[in-house]
């Protein structure tokens, strides 16, 4: 007996997001405060839970804007980039945030 997953098939719905004409700008119109690639990353997500392409916002974000959000939704995942800053090479050598005494 088969086991029938409940996982989206990302490769069908990303081709039919590249092969239906007006998706992508569809996409990009609502979704005009992200980048394109999460833009079509949300609305694939919400085109595989069948639900129409409208606002996004976190869970806090609609309950600052006195929205309510229905009990047992799941979020979307998009991407958010990571910013790291390294020390430079110059400021290990002088001893600059160094925290130990010199003996």
Known sequence: ????????DWAKLFSD????????????SVFHDYSLGNAILAALQLQAKGLPL???????????????VQKGQKA???????????KSKDEDESGAGNTEDDA
């Open 54 to 68: 409208s606002p996004i916002a976190s869970f806090n974000k609609w309950k600052q804007l006195g929205r309510l």
């Open 76 to 86: 979307i995942a998009l991407v958010m980039p990571v910013t790291v800053k390294f």
């Open 17 to 28: 997001a590249l092969s239906c004409p007006g998706k992508i700008s569809e996409a990009y």
């Open 1 to 8: 007996m088969q086991e029938k997953s409940n996982r989206p």
